[in-house]
Each structure stands twice: as structure tokens, then as C-alpha cells.
């Protein structure tokens, strides 16, 4: 499976973007999906996630401000981020985890997603 993520930029405090991650796969639909950040000299952390059957989680940094969302028809995951601070400065990535059939479970740990895209941008000025 590969992964493209889109979407990021520069933007003032205060403002929003939506982040893309398209999937090349047919079967998109079995996939966990989630968006992870680095910044610079951290270690990589969890923003939001979807799961397979909708399930939606969010890290407390990002709750209430951040929407994550999926068109299975398109193979697509997205982030709106709102209210965006400059602590959100980072690179974006989405991650994929394929399960076992009637597996619906979710993890927030990186080491659970097998497919990771190459990464964008978030700069948040102040």
C-alpha cells in the first residue's frame, strides 16, 4: 500500500488546513488510518486515528480542534485542523494498518502501522 498525504502549508495561528492521505489499494476499507506528527528533535506522536468500522480518536492536544474523517470510495483519510497553534508546527504523516478479518480493535502506537506516507508539512506562525 502506498500513501500520499497532501494538504499541508504555512498558516497564522488561528487558522485551519485539511491534510489528505489517498491509499493505493482496493481494499482501503479494512484499514485502520491514522495521522501521527514529528517535530523537530521529538519523537513521533499520535494526532488522530479512524478505525475500519468509523471509530474516531484524538489525542488531547488536538481535541475539539481537529476532525478526522474518511471516504472509502476515494481511499481517503482527512484531517481538518482548526484553531491551529504553533505548537502544532510539524510533519504530518499518515499511517495505514491492515487487520485480520473481525479484528476492530485500534492502536495509538506508531509500531502497529505497517505503511506510512512520506510526510507534510504543518508550519503554524505566530
Known amino acids: 500500500v502506498q500513501l500520499q498525504a497532501s494538504g499541508g502549508g504555512l498558516v497564522q495561528a488561528g487558522g485551519s488546513l485539511r491534510l489528505s492521505c489517498s491509499a493505493s489499494?482496493?481494499?482501503?476499507?479494512?484499514?485502520?488510518m491514522a495521522w501521527f506528527l514529528q517535530a523537530p528533535g521529538k519523537e513521533r506522536e499520535f494526532v488522530s486515528g479512524?478505525?475500519?468500522?468509523?471509530?474516531?480518536f484524538y489525542s488531547d492536544s488536538v481535541k475539539g480542534r481537529f476532525t478526522i474523517s474518511r471516504d472509502n470510495a476515494k481511499n481517503t483519510v482527512y484531517l481538518q485542523m482548526n484553531s491551529l497553534k504553533p505548537e502544532d508546527t510539524a510533519v504530518y504523516y499518515c499511517?495505514?494498518?491492515?487487520?485480520?478479518?473481525?479484528?476492530?480493535?485500534?492502536?495509538?502506537?506508531?509500531?502497529?502501522?505497517?505503511?506510512w506516507g512520506q510526510g507534510t508539512l504543518v508550519t503554524v506562525s505566530s
Open positions: 499511517a495505514a494498518a491492515d487487520l485480520p478479518d473481525r479484528d476492530y480493535s485500534f492502536s495509538r502506537d506508531s509500531s502497529s502501522y505497517y505503511y
Open positions: 489499494t482496493r481494499t482501503f476499507s479494512r484499514y485502520n
Open positions: 479512524i478505525g475500519r468500522i468509523g471509530g474516531k
